[in-house]
């Protein structure tokens, strides 16, 4: 579904972002990241849609090399990759619906969606969309007046109303507490459970990855150091992964 060959992402001022990295991601897989701040989270799911390309190596999502698309190509693949942030990144004086709906633009002319003149069908499919992480009750509702838990449940709907194949989440979490945390990652491993989506997740720690994933990724200073079950984990990878010589369980997080 995914593939990284030899992948490598140096930025302009020569951070080398990604070095080297090989990976291979089947359909339907829930993959965790996980790696300090600067290890190249980021920029691992910027290269699966495209927004970086790599400066060496060859990037395939769903059979197409997005490293040789032209930009119609690029359009189309990332129709297709449903991409959720820390930060929620919803307009927040609108709706949640009209939030919702704008995952449906790459399928809209411009001048129906100025105009808010929405299709039924792509109504549907948000509708449908807010109903899978059950917040269907807050379609009128301005997303300003959400909670962060439910801004980012909006979040995920948006990206579920591009029907993607891929779903790419940027530590979704980072910005909520323990509890909401579980609760937005339960919505995200039913979807990928319900539809099957391909879904790949940065996190800063282990804990939530432990109880919510099966392979994990661990990246460090660019470096793949880890893929595995997350159930194999052991102190020694977890040093690997985070440079300390301290024990997972001593680990208390302690986020950016
Ligand atoms: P993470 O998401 O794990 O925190 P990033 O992928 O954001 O890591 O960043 C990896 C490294 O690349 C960091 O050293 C960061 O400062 C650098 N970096 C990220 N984006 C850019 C950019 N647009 N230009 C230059 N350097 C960048
Ligand atoms: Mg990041």
């Known amino acids: ?10 930025y302009p001022g020569g951070v080398e972002a990604l070095k080297n990295l090989n990976l291979d ?14 290890a190249g989270k980021s920029t691992l799911l910027r290269t699966t849609n495209g927004l970086v390309m790599p400066t060496s190596g060859e990037v395939y999502v769903d059979g197409q090399k997005i490293t040789k698309s032209n930009k119609k190509e690029l359009k189309k693949i990332r129709s297709r990759i449903g991409m959720i942030f820390q930060t929620f990144n919803l307009v927040n004086r609108t709706s949640v619906l009209k939030n919702v709906l704008t995952g449906r633009l790459h399928s809209v002319s411009v001048l129906r969606s100025t105009l808010g003149i929405w ?24 997303a300003s007046n959400l909670s962060g838990g439910q801004q980012q449940r909006v979040g995920i709907a948006r990206a579920l109303a591009q029907q993607p194949t891929v779903m790419l989440a940027d530590e ?17 491993k039913k979807i990928n459970e ?14 939530l990855a432990k109880e919510f994933g099966e ?8 470096e793949l150091v880890y893929d595995g079950k997350i159930s ?23 986020d950016e």
């Open 172 to 188: 979704p979490v980072a910005s909520l507490d323990p509890v909401t945390s579980r609760v937005v990652m339960k919505y995200l």
């Open 119 to 142: 299709p039924q069908e792509d109504k549907d499919i948000a509708f449908k969309s807010l109903e899978q992480v059950e917040i269907i009750e807050k379609a009128y509702v301005r």
């Open 194 to 207: 319900d539809l099957g989506i391909t879904t790949i997740v940065n996190l800063h720690f282990l804990d």
């Open 1 to 10: 579904m995914i593939k990284f060959e030899n992948v490598s992402v140096t």
């Open 25 to 38: 991601i089947e359909e339907g897989e829930f993959l965790i990241i996980v790696g300090l701040s600067g």
């Open 232 to 254: 194999d984990v052991t102190d020694k990878d977890f040093q690997n992964i985070y440079g300390r010589d301290i024990k997972s369980s001593d680990f208390i997080g302690d």
């Open 215 to 222: 392979r994990l990724i661990g990246l460090k200073d660019g």
